[in-house]
């Protein structure tokens, strides 16, 4: 047994660190002596002629006083979290690696914040395999709900970074219109001929050969452009767009119409578009003999 020359606690021969105040103790180990010289026996001189000898003294035997065994504290106290030593009842420090193994307020949060880290070495892998599943999970979730508003978002930005091209449908027909006036004349391209149509409510359907992106749509009302036969007969002033798409969907974009002659522009942005149904909801100076003139429809699709 030996004491710590810091704090003078009983420390035992195998002890690296002062179980009491963590001090290292591998350099107060003795260090071997050399063996002392043994010196020769002396030599007894031979007597030249044989003499009385004094008879020795009897030696009386002293009495050994036992040696009391040296007692090793029980290592019955903590356990290094470090090492894995088990220390004395009480010790302050592990006795191998000089750990500190009383709990402060500052390494229990420490020990619940390594819940949190990354493992490096004798942790198990599944907790943070978890959580990057979790991760890639929440990911593919938000980009199944995200992606119809960002591939809106991604072609209104192509829509206004090209340039818009006309298109012509294969084939227009309308649910009703007045003699001379049918309603082929809204994409004949001149503006001198218009579609009748004798009421509100009527409608004029056009069909593609192949699904575009329709962009834009241009109105020209009326009769004609020059203000004074624009006036001669009705107009509309409130129309339906409704759009269907190649998967059958339909749209509908309401137009409302100026009471003015000239082109009048709205912008769509829709999609696979492979029909379109011009339907009038409302119309201004309706009177016997008149019909809804409609003048000219132009569609764009994206270049």
């Not at 704090?7 to 103790?25: K, P, R, S």
């Not at 960002?150 to 298109?167: E, G, Y």
């Not at 009703?176 to 149509?197: C, I, K, L, R, Y």
């Not at 016997?288 to 699709?301: C, D, N, V, W, Y």
Request: aromatic residues 6%.
């Amino acid at each position: 047994m030996r004491t710590c020359p810091n704090c003078g606690a009983t420390v035992t021969e195998t002890d690296e660190f002062c179980g009491n105040c963590g001090t290292y103790l591998t350099w107060l180990k003795p260090e071997p002596k050399d063996p002392e010289p043994v010196s020769p026996a002396p030599v007894a001189p031979v007597p030249d002629q044989p003499h009385a000898v004094e008879p020795a003294r009897p030696i009386t035997q002293r009495r050994a006083r036992p040696m009391s065994e040296a007692v090793e504290p029980a290592q019955n106290g903590p356990r290094c979290k470090v090492c894995g030593t088990v220390n004395a009842s009480g010790a302050k420090f592990c006795r191998h690696c000089g750990s500190s193994l009383v709990e402060t307020p500052a390494s229990q949060q420490t020990a619940r914040k390594r819940w949190f880290q990354w493992r490096r070495s004798g942790g198990s892998p599944w907790p943070r395999r978890i959580v990057v599943l979790i991760l890639l999970v929440a990911l593919v979730v938000a980009g199944f709900l995200l992606y119809p508003l960002i591939a809106d978002l991604v072609s209104d930005a192509r829509d206004k970074l090209s340039k818009p091209v006309a298109i012509n449908p294969i084939q227009t027909s309308g649910s009703a219109e007045v003699p001379g006036h049918p309603a082929t004349a809204t994409t004949d391209g001149a503006s001198n001929q218009f579609w009748g149509a004798p009421a509100v409510g009527d409608s004029v359907q056009f069909s593609f050969a192949q699904p575009f992106r329709l962009v834009g749509v241009i109105i020209t009302p009326g009769a004609s452009t020059d203000p004074a036969v624009f006036a001669k007969q009705a107009r509309p002033t409130a129309i339906d767009l409704v759009v269907t798409t190649s998967t059958g969907e339909t749209s509908t974009v309401p137009i409302t119409v100026a009471d003015k002659p000239g082109p009048q522009t709205t912008n769509t942005g829709i999609s696979d578009v492979v029909a379109i149904r011009l339907v009038i909801r409302a119309a201004t100076a309706q009177a016997p003999g008149r019909s809804i003139a409609l003048g000219e429809i132009e569609f764009f699709k994206r270049s």
